[in-house]
């Protein structure tokens, strides 16, 4: 899972379907990094998302980290966001 918190700016996050859809997301992207204006590709994975957040100020936000996720800043100002991913004590994890 991944706990994050945002103190400054605006970010969009997308989350894509655990399975299939994340690994398609993978594979199609791995190491890319999108930007405006997105290309026809880039257009049809991220309206494919499962899930799409704005990210505000002060916003607190947890989401799994076995899906397929990004997040793009809004706008010209700093966006400052900081999460950690942890893994809990269960035995199929350790």
Do not use: C
Not at 3 to 9: Q, T, Y
């Amino acid at each position: 899972s991944n706990i994050g918190k945002n103190w400054a700016g605006y970010k969009i996050l997308f989350v894509w379907r655990y399975g299939e859809d994340s690994l398609r997301v993978l594979e199609q992207f791995h190491k890319e990094i999108m930007k405006p204006p997105f290309n026809e590709k880039e257009q049809k994975i991220l309206q494919s998302a499962a899930k799409v957040a704005l990210v505000g100020p002060g916003d607190v936000f947890v989401f799994s980290g076995a899906n397929a996720h990004m997040t793009l800043g809004v706008g010209r100002a700093l966006s400052l966001t900081a999460y950690e991913s942890y893994v809990n004590l269960n035995t199929r994890n350790v």
